[in-house]
Antibody, heavy 120, light 103 residues
Framework: EVQLVESGGGLIQPGGSLRLSCEVS????????MSWLRQAPGKGLEWVSV???????YYGDSVKGRFTISRDNSKNTVYLQMNSLRAEDTAVYYC??????????????WGQGTLVIVSS | ETVLTQSPATLSVSPGERATLSCRAS??????LAWYQQKPGQAPRLLIY???TRATGIPARFSGSGSGTDFTLTISSLQSEDFAVYYC?????FGGGTKVEIK
């Protein structure tokens, strides 16, 4: 069974940086696609970033140039480095396994989420 | 980029009744559409992928259908644990969600 545990959230001032971690168990992190998604308070779901098994990375337009996804195979952990944080980045951040096929993709399972609050 | 529009925003249903949720895409999306359930304070849970395939452990009362731009999630007989918010998703895009509440 694949399990995901996020950590690293907290209160950060605008313009600051934070690194989120997603520890994966049950599968080697370099054998799967992993995504970060987020949900602002009372809002819907937004995809943030993905890292493919081969190492390629992609980002949503709202975080491009500010966020960086990476992984440490020895720790079986995926990271999201968030720089130049803005109030609108306030959200619960989830990591999820990203299962892709030619026709589309889906996210399963999801971690429990970690809350990031950007405020002065 | 495809936009997914879910309707209605809120659906009031009595336990035991049937619920029909709609997801409309701004362009043809093929078969790669998924549905998720989210309860308050919890992470989303995958219900359906590839339009109509139930994820592991999902009860048979949940079914997905549709093609092209119009997709439907049907809950045949609502149980108390089914009152939640439901999202459709295609590639990196999510719909705005439908809240299923107790009537």
């Amino acid at each position: 069974e694949v399990q995901l545990v996020e950590s690293g959230g907290g209160l950060i001032q605008p313009g600051g940086s934070l690194r989120l971690s997603c520890e994966v168990s049950g599968l080697a992190v370099n054998s799967i696609y992993m995504s970060w998604l987020r949900q602002a308070p009372g809002k819907g779901l937004e995809w943030v970033s993905v890292i493919y098994s081969g190492g390629k990375t992609y980002y949503g337009d709202s975080v491009k140039g500010r966020f960086t996804i990476s992984r440490d195979n020895s720790k079986n952990t995926v990271y999201l480095q968030m720089n130049s944080l803005r109030a609108e980045d306030t959200a619960v951040y989830y990591c999820a396994r990203d299962l892709a096929e030619a026709s589309g993709n889906w996210f399963d399972p999801w971690g429990q989420g970690t809350l990031v609050i950007v405020s002065s | 980029e495809t936009v997914l529009t879910q309707s209605p925003a809120t659906l009031s249903v009595s336990p035991g009744e049937r619920a029909t949720l709609s997801c409309r895409a701004s362009q043809t999306v093929g078969s790669g559409l998924a549905w998720y359930q989210q309860k308050p304070g919890q992470a989303p849970r995958l219900l359906i992928y590839d339009v109509s395939t139930r994820a592991t452990g999902i009860p048979a009362r949940f079914s997905g259908s549709g093609s092209g731009t119009d997709f439907t999630l049907t809950i045949s007989s609502l149980q108390s644990e089914d009152f939640a918010v439901y999202y459709c998703q295609q590639w990196r895009t999510f719909g705005g969600g439908t809240k299923v509440e107790i009537k």
